[in-house]
């Protein structure tokens, strides 16, 4: 069992290194709700295990092309964020953010999508390890949710430190949607063998032929 745990803390901490810094900024959005950051969170790294557990049972390999796919939601965020922020003229007043701000639940959504689009490649790294004992599933669920709390509390904890706050909160308005657009395009950069299979089969090594066959030495 500690064995497990250990397992779990190592794939997890692995995998999220650069969730920490996304956790950060959405923290540091004034706009958003706190609870709103930590359901979000909770919920797609909630979805990212069980779309790995689900594939683990059926012994499904998901095609890392369409894992890429997942790139459109924070590039989709991204471009929208970026059109509200010019067309706001980057004013910062209070009160128009807070009118405009989304619901709790457009919130959440957002968070869940962005953290499952950012963790979307880690499916290909949960899968193997879940396949192998699926006994252990419960264990690592259990690993995951504290490590995401620990996570939040991470991140919110940098956040609300008054020098870290205040440069976040100056820096990242105008950054985030940016940051969004990059993460995206390049999550979907990793679909480019939907529409070019030729640069996906560059990639594969050769099958060599079975002995006997015409063209082969005997």
Same mark, same amino acid.
């Given at each position: 069992?500690?064995?497990?745990?250990?397992?779990?803390?190592?794939?997890?901490?692995?995998?999220?290194?650069?969730?920490?810094?996304?956790?950060?900024?959405?923290?540091?959005?004034?706009?958003?709700?706190?609870r709103?950051?930590?359901?979000?969170?909770?919920?797609?790294?909630?979805?990212?295990?069980?779309?790995?557990?689900?594939?683990?049972?059926?012994?499904?390999?998901?095609?890392?092309?369409?894992?890429?796919?997942?790139?459109?939601?924070?590039?989709?965020?991204?471009?929208?964020?970026?059109?509200?922020?010019?067309?706001?003229?980057?004013?910062?007043?209070?009160?128009?953010?807070?009118?405009?701000?989304?619901?709790?639940?457009?919130q959440?959504?957002?968070?869940?999508?962005?953290?499952?689009?950012?963790?979307?490649?880690?499916?290909?790294?949960?899968?193997?390890?879940?396949?192998?004992?699926?006994?252990?599933?419960?264990?690592?669920?259990?690993?995951?949710?504290?490590?995401?709390?620990?996570?939040?509390?991470?991140?919110?904890?940098?956040?609300?430190?008054?020098?870290?706050?205040?440069?976040?909160?100056?820096v990242?308005? !105008?950054?985030?949607?940016?940051?969004?657009?990059?993460?995206?395009?390049?999550?979907?950069?990793?679909?480019?063998?939907?529409?070019? !299979?030729?640069t996906?089969?560059?990639?594969?090594?050769?099958?060599? !032929?079975?002995?006997?066959?015409?063209?082969?030495?005997?």
């Open positions: 069992m500690i064995e497990t745990l250990l397992v779990g803390v190592g794939l997890f901490a692995s995998t999220n290194v650069d969730d920490i810094f996304l956790t950060m900024a959405f923290f540091s959005d004034a706009r958003l709700d706190r709103s950051v930590v359901i979000g969170k909770f919920a797609g790294i909630g979805a990212l295990t069980l779309a790995s557990t689900a594939a683990a049972a059926c012994t499904l390999a998901v095609p890392p092309e369409w894992v890429a796919l997942l790139g459109l939601v924070p590039l989709t965020l991204g471009i929208k964020a970026l059109w509200d922020l010019r067309a706001g003229g980057g004013d910062e007043g209070g009160d128009g953010l807070e009118r405009a701000a989304p619901s709790m639940m457009s959440v959504l957002s968070v869940a999508g962005v953290t499952a689009a950012n963790g979307g490649d880690n499916i290909g790294v949960y899968v193997p390890v879940f396949a192998k004992d699926l006994s252990a599933v419960p264990a690592y669920v259990a690993v995951f949710a504290v490590m995401t709390v620990a996570w939040c509390i991470g991140g919110y904890v940098l956040v609300s430190h008054r020098l870290v706050a205040s440069t976040m909160r100056r990242m308005r !105008p950054l985030l949607p940016i940051v969004l657009i990059v993460l995206g395009v390049w999550i979907l950069f990793g679909a480019r063998g939907l529409v070019m !299979p030729a996906a089969d560059v990639d594969r090594p050769a099958t060599a !032929p079975a002995p006997g066959t015409p063209g082969t030495a005997p």
